[in-house]
C-alpha cells in the first residue's frame, strides 16, 4: 500500500523559506513521477511542482516558478519542496501525490495517492 507521508511546513515571514519533505513507501519509488499540490483557504486543491520519474522533468505552476524547486532523492525514497520568497498567498495546505502509473505521466490527469498534508502558513 503506497503511503506519502508530509513534513517540514510551518509559520514564516514574507520573503523566508521552507523546505517541504514527502516520504514515501509501499513501492518502488523510483519508477514514480512525484507531485506537489496545495489548498488554499476557499479555494480549490492546485498543482505546484512535478517531478518525472528520472527527474528530468520538472513542471511548475505559474505562480512558483523560479521561487519554488522540487526535487528527489530515490535512495530515500524522498521528494522535496524548496520554497523561496515566500509570499502571504503561498499560505496554503501542501499535499503530496502521484499515480498508479509507472515512468511518465500526463500532469492533467488525476493523481491517486495523497498524503494528508502540511500547513504552511506565511505571515506579512
Known amino acids: 500500500q503506497v503511503q506519502l507521508v508530509e513534513s517540514g511546513g510551518g509559520l514564516v515571514q514574507a520573503g523566508g523559506s521552507l523546505r517541504l519533505s514527502c516520504a514515501a513507501s509501499g513501492r518502488t519509488f523510483s519508477s514514480y513521477a512525484m507531485g506537489w499540490f496545495r489548498q488554499a483557504p476557499g479555494k480549490e486543491r492546485a498543482f505546484v511542482a512535478g517531478?518525472?520519474?528520472?527527474?528530468?522533468?520538472?513542471p511548475y505552476a505559474a505562480s512558483v516558478k523560479g521561487r519554488f524547486t522540487i526535487s528527489r532523492d530515490n535512495a530515500k525514497n524522498t521528494v522535496y519542496l524548496q520554497m523561496n520568497s515566500l509570499k502571504p498567498e503561498d499560505t496554503a495546505i501542501y499535499y503530496c501525490?502521484?499515480?498508479?502509473?509507472?515512468?511518465?505521466?500526463?500532469?492533467?490527469?488525476?493523481?491517486?495517492?495523497w498524503g494528508k498534508g502540511t500547513l504552511v502558513t506565511v505571515s506579512s
Open positions: 517531478i518525472s520519474w528520472r527527474g528530468g522533468i520538472t
Open positions: 501525490a502521484t499515480s498508479k502509473r509507472r515512468w511518465d505521466i500526463n500532469w492533467s490527469d488525476p493523481m491517486d495517492y
